[in-house]
């Protein structure tokens, strides 16, 4: 059973599997017709083939497939062989941008994220497929090669505890503080740079720092791989609950809003506007974009704008 949380720290417990319940979701995969490693049957947007072994050149052979480094060291020819993939290696992507510490209610948003991403990390690697973590902060970075064991994602989950932690105390004794480029960039640039065909790659972010940029890097991305968005949001982005005059304080910074009916019409048109935008830009790309929310207690992963507009 999942223990009890406060919304705020983060403990290696809280990502261990079952941790937090995982809902449906929909794969649109086959099995393979092969006892190859990997539970789906390869649907690489590229080669989907992978080198295995050089060995002698034999007759019949592929003459575009022999090896000339190996056939020049040895003096007799030999050739490449490939192997299909079957495996989808996942990779989990993690903004963990100072706006990401935030919640009203629930658990902050990167600490779902963080819980999010755990719980698909020991799902992939339950299907035989291997996984890697990445995540980027206003103080941290972290990247990694994926891997297929039990250990190697341990110590994954262990480096985001640590990361989490550095992040948060950073904030409580420094405040927000402004990083240029944004995390999510970074995260974007980087794995552009070293992406292979056929990767899933699960983006987590609240998508507040998503510009022209960032849009560019998944437009790249969605060429070669499953990109599959996650947005999380907290219920006060969204509603305020309140009305009258409404007190904002940090530090020593002090702002009253007087928060009639129609301000808060407006606070909802914006929202709207800028996540029915941010939906229609992920559908262009053909990938649905999920949304949760910092008082989700299970992840459904909702598509539906619907989902998060009601409270």
Request: hydrophobic fraction near 40%; glycine fraction near 6%; proline fraction near 6%.
């Amino acid at each position: 059973m999942p223990t009890p949380t406060d919304g705020l720290q983060l403990a290696l417990v809280d990502l261990l599997p079952g941790a937090f319940p995982l809902g449906p979701l929909q794969a649109r995969r086959t099995l393979p017709s092969s006892s190859r490693i990997g539970s789906h049957r390869s649907r690489f947007q590229g080669r989907g083939m992978e080198f295995d072994e050089v060995r002698l050149y034999q007759a019949g052979d592929d003459v575009r497939l022999i090896d000339w480094l190996v056939t020049a060291r040895t003096g007799r020819p030999h050739t490449k062989l490939f192997r299909e993939e079957r495996e989808q290696p996942n990779f989990l992507l993690l903004d963990c941008s100072p706006s990401m510490f935030f919640a009203t209610q629930g658990q902050l948003k990167v600490r779902l994220a963080a819980c999010l991403a755990a719980q698909l990390a020991w799902r992939a690697l339950k299907n035989q497929d291997r996984v890697a973590l990445w995540f980027a902060g206003a103080r941290t970075y972290h990247e990694a090669a994926p891997k297929e064991h039990r250990p190697a994602l341990l110590q994954m989950l262990g480096k985001l505890v640590e990361a989490y932690q550095h992040e948060l105390l950073g904030l409580q004794e420094e405040g927000f503080i402004s990083v240029d480029p944004s995390p999510l960039l970074k995260l974007l640039e980087r794995f552009n740079r070293v992406q292979r065909p056929g990767n899933v790659v699960w983006l987590f972010s609240d998508f507040q720092q998503f510009g022209e940029e960032e849009w560019k890097l998944c437009r790249r991305l969605v060429r070669h791989c499953e990109l599959r968005p996650v947005c999380l949001l907290d219920p006060l982005e969204q509603q305020m609950p309140w009305r009258g005059e409404v007190l904002f304080q940090q530090g020593a910074t002090r702002l009253t809003l007087d928060w009639g009916e129609s301000r808060e019409k407006e606070f909802q048109r914006q929202f709207k506007a800028w996540q029915q935008d941010l939906q229609e830009k992920f559908r262009q790309l053909n990938r649905p974009i999920y949304w949760m929310q910092t008082t989700d207690e299970r992840a459904n992963f909702q598509t539906s704008i619907s989902s998060t507009a009601s409270l």
